[in-house]
């Protein structure tokens, strides 16, 4: 027995061979990447052939995938099969954001914790004197993932609506409206923002409000007061148990104190995100 276990560590000259990482097992690799974040998967696939073939491996993937990954996948990838996808292939096509539902609405996962994301355009949403071009007009911008923003010059109700139907993964979502007081653009090269329009947000707060079909409600309240910056204002967070039941939720923003007008203000977008991932401005 000492014999065959010299033999196997030493070479003819009985000099000992230092292990390298390409001689691991296969499938000792992949269980080792697999409690590893998505990243981190993808760096050491580049340390060799080993670690790259092991990386490959459909269970590691499944592991980071929601549960109803497949759901997901149907509403998200619509040219795609799931059964003809690769589960690396759908994770990494998952996180890359996903236009749905005319250009309006977006879907991806986080890249690091495979939290659920979902950005909803202004076009999707449900504003108030949208149409009437004294008060509202759609602005074409690079700030924007969508490239068009809802600008308001003045008015005296504000109510911006929205929903959602989704079988959202198991955890804690927060809800975010992307607004910003004051309208960018670009002069010879460099952002500006004009901020004449600004007026009516220190006299009354803005209500952020969100419901959802099994009972859960939320309402915060802020002013508005960061001219020239894009700031996600937080309407609340809920809570989803079970992956396989469609919830609606409800989102909405007024300030309806019709005692005084309001304007310079750009809507861009709602962001639904898992409350692991975070969001930046």
């Known amino acids: 027995m000492g014999g065959s276990f010299s033999s196997c560590v030493c070479d003819g000259d009985a000099t000992p061979l230092r292990p390298r990482l390409g001689d691991l097992p296969e499938s000792c690799v ?12 993808c760096n050491l696939a580049r340390l060799n052939r080993a670690f790259r073939d092991a990386s490959l491996a459909d269970f590691i993937w499944e592991s980071k995938l929601p549960l109803n990954y497949k759901f997901i996948v149907e509403k998200a990838l619509k040219d795609a099969c799931v059964e003809e996808l690769g589960k690396r292939d759908t994770y990494a ?38 149409d009437d071009r004294r008060y509202w007009s759609r602005i074409s911008t690079e700030e924007s993932r969508f490239h068009t923003v809802a ?16 079988q959202f993964p198991p955890g804690t979502y927060s809800v975010f409206f ?16 004009k901020t004449d329009h600004i007026h009516g947000w220190d ?7 969100l419901t959802t079909s099994d009972g859960q ?31 609606k939720v409800k989102f909405s923003l007024a300030q309806i104190d019709c005692t005084h007008t309001k304007g310079g203000l750009c809507v861009d977008s709602v962001f639904i995100c898992n409350s692991d991932v975070k969001q930046e401005v």
Not at 30 to 41: E, G, H, K, Q, T
Not at 151 to 166: A, N, R, S, T
């Open 203 to 209: 006299i009354k707060p803005v209500k952020f409000q």
């Open 178 to 193: 992307r607004l910003q007081l004051g309208r960018s653009s670009k002069r010879l090269g460099r952002r500006v923002c």
């Open 151 to 166: 600008y308001l010059q003045q008015i005296w109700w504000l109510e911006v609506e929205g929903e959602v139907d989704f």
């Open 30 to 41: 992949a269980l080792m990447l697999m409690y590893l974040d998505p990243p981190d998967i």
């Open 93 to 130: 096509r998952l996180c890359r954001p996903n236009l749905v539902e005319n250009g309006t609405k977006e879907i991806w996962l986080d890249k690091r914790t495979g939290g659920l994301c979902l950005a909803i355009s202004s076009k999707a949403l449900r504003i108030t004197g949208i």
């Open 217 to 247: 409600h939320a309402v915060s309240k802020t002013h508005l007061d960061n001219h020239g910056h894009w700031v996600l204002y937080h309407a609340g967070n809920f809570v989803s148990k079970n992956p396989n039941d469609l919830m």
